[in-house]
Every structure is written in structure tokens, then in C-alpha cells.
């Protein structure tokens, strides 16, 4: 089984921080792209940010628009982290993570993925 599991979600007011997890098992994530992504309800998913085998993070448009995000990786626990510095009231949402099918987010197209975990969810505190 190659599965995906975020955690690390939960009640946040606006401004506040918080880091997600997302443990792979089933697979070892060390070569591949891994991707962050967010959906809020009735909204179309949005890619935040990709990181790279190596380390190599790329920020999406969403990243700005909903906070400032830190995408990091531990292949030792076979685990990639997003931090969340500062959110941005837009809502509660869903956070995702994803395998890419390639080493690299730069490739041509854009990165691709494959393996997604079922998300850990992000209520926000109004």
C-alpha cells in the first residue's frame, strides 16, 4: 500500500502558526517531489508549494494568498513538513499532501502527482 497521512491539523484564529505533517508509508518519499496543497469547502483545490528530492521548494500563488508557508522534508522519518507562519483568515480548509511522480517540481508542465493523502483539516477561529 502506498499511502499518505497528514496530521498535525487543527483549530487555528487567524495569524496563528501550526505544522503539518506528512508521513508516507508503503514507499520512501527520498526520491520524489512532495507538494502541499489546500481546498477549502466548495473550492477548488490549490497547490501551496513543492519540494523537491533534494530540498528545493518552490512557493505557489496560494502560498502568499493564505499565509506564509515553510516546506521541509526528513527522509530519516520519511516525512515532509509544512510550517504555517502566519494564516490568513480565508476560512477553514482541508490540507493536502502529494507524492510527485517526478524528482524534481521544476520539471516541464509543472510537477506531477500521483500518491495523495486524505488530508488533515485546518479549522479557522474567527
Known amino acids: 500500500q502506498l499511502q499518505l497521512a497528514e496530521s498535525g491539523g487543527g483549530l487555528v484564529q487567524p495569524g496563528g502558526s501550526l505544522r503539518l505533517s506528512c508521513a508516507a508509508s508503503g514507499f520512501t518519499l527520498a526520491d520524489s517531489a512532495m507538494g502541499w496543497f489546500r481546498q477549502a469547502p466548495g473550492k477548488e483545490r490549490e497547490a501551496i508549494g513543492c519540494i523537491s528530492d533534494s530540498g528545493i521548494t518552490t512557493d505557489y500563488e496560494a502560498s502568499s494568498a493564505h499565509g506564509r508557508f515553510t516546506i521541509s522534508r526528513d527522509n530519516a522519518k520519511n516525512t515532509v513538513y509544512m510550517q504555517i507562519h502566519s494564516l490568513k483568515f480565508q476560512g477553514p480548509a482541508v490540507y493536502y499532501c502529494?507524492?510527485?511522480?517526478?524528482?524534481?517540481?521544476?520539471?516541464?508542465?509543472?510537477?506531477?502527482?500521483?500518491?495523495w493523502g486524505r488530508g488533515t483539516q485546518v479549522p479557522v477561529s474567527s
Open positions: 502529494a507524492r510527485g511522480v517526478f524528482r524534481r517540481c521544476d520539471t516541464a508542465g509543472g510537477p506531477r502527482f500521483g500518491t
